[in-house]
């Protein structure tokens, strides 16, 4: 089974988890790249604005998506298209559902696993199903802790099971 792991990320905690899936199903990875890329979006001294943060945010809740750099991997490529996005109050984030919006009469199957401080809140797999208007094969939400720590990995064992089977 030939294998694409695309994902965002902003600060570098869904492309951990992305690395990790990918390791997994020994899977070709995207990194999928906003033309104008944000700053590390992250509240406090010496970090960005929070303005820019709310404004990331709202994107986000509004369902906007944005401009990006070409893709590397053509999704009809890929029996499988796993894809991977940060949680935005509640919501996929613009970048990815730009990438959904683009491929998505290319994907023969998806996947789809996020990371969030709390994936209890999570509305974001909705909107992705919805935006390539078909269910996945599985699903998983992660906590951005479990991520950072490596307690992740073990998560993972079901989501690959579940795809490898599909
Ligand atoms: C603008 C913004 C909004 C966020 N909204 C949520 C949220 O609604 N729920 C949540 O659990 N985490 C939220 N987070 C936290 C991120 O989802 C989390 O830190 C994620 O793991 C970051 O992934 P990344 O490092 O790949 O960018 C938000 C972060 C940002 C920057």
Same mark, same amino acid.
């Not at 001294?45 to 929070?50: D, L, N």
């Not at 893709?71 to 029996?79: E, F, G, P, W």
């Given at each position: 089974m030939k294998c694409l792991v695309a994902y965002y990320s902003n600060t570098g905690v869904t492309r951990k988890a992305a690395e990790s899936i990918a390791r997994m199903l020994d899977a070709d990875t995207e990194a999928i790249e906003e033309k104008r890329p944000r700053p590390a979006l992250e509240v406090g001294?010496?970090?960005?604005?929070?303005w820019a943060v709310a404004r990331a945010g709202i994107a986000a809740m509004l369902g906007f998506g944005s401009r990006l750099v070409a893709?590397? #991997?053509? *999704?009809?490529? #890929?029996?499988v298209v796993v894809i991977g996005t940060p949680v935005w109050v509640g919501s996929v984030t613009p970048p990815v559902r730009s990438y959904l919006r683009r491929h998505r009469m290319y994907f023969r199957s998806v996947a789809f696993f996020c990371t969030a401080g709390?994936? *209890?809140?999570?509305?974001a797999f909705k909107q992705m199903t919805a935006t390539v208007r078909r269910e996945p094969v599985a699903c998983i939400a992660l906590r951005t802790e479990d991520v950072k720590s490596g307690a992740h990995e073990g998560m993972l064992v079901k989501f690959i099971e579940s795809i490898r089977s599909s």
């Open positions: 001294p010496g970090k960005v604005g929070a893709s590397r #991997y053509k *999704a009809r490529d #890929y029996d709390d994936p *209890a809140t999570v509305r």
